[in-house]
Nanobody
Framework: QVQVVESGGGLVQPGGSLRLSCAASGNIFRINRMGWYRQAPGKQRDLVATITSGGSTNYADSVKGRFTISRDNAKNRVYLQMNALKPEDTAVYSC??????????????WGQGTQVTVSS
């Protein structure tokens, strides 16, 4: 069993910043990739940013230059620094962790999500 927990969401004005954090725990042997995804009401879940264990990153075009994903592998944590936030960034942000359990089974776990609301 693997647990993924997000924190850091909240209400922010347009142009403001938020820093999300995510911690993975449980029967983890290794984490290959962690990332952030978001879903607005009535829309599909979209990729925001991912980072591999080797440090390779991938960003959605809509957040490039504004968001930065980083990791702390020793603590099984990933962060998302969000700057210059726009109302269209409003969504539930979920953390995803992909890797191997202690029984060497592949896993793909999601957190419950944290609400980010960008509004004046």
């Amino acid at each position: 069993q693997v647990q993924v927990v997000e924190s850091g969401g909240g209400l922010v004005q347009p142009g403001g910043s938020l820093r999300l954090s995510c911690a993975a725990s449980g029967n983890i042997f290794r984490i290959n990739r962690m990332g952030w995804y978001r879903q607005a009401p009535g829309k599909q879940r979209d990729l925001v940013a991912t980072i591999t264990s080797g440090g390779s990153t991938n960003y959605a075009d809509s957040v490039k230059g504004r968001f930065t994903i980083s990791r702390d592998n020793a603590k099984n944590r990933v962060y998302l620094q969000m700057n210059a936030l726009k109302p269209e960034d409003t969504a539930v942000y979920s953390c995803n962790a992909v890797g191997l359990t202690t029984t060497l089974e592949g896993y793909d776990y999601w957190g419950q999500g944290t609400q980010v609301t960008v509004s004046s």
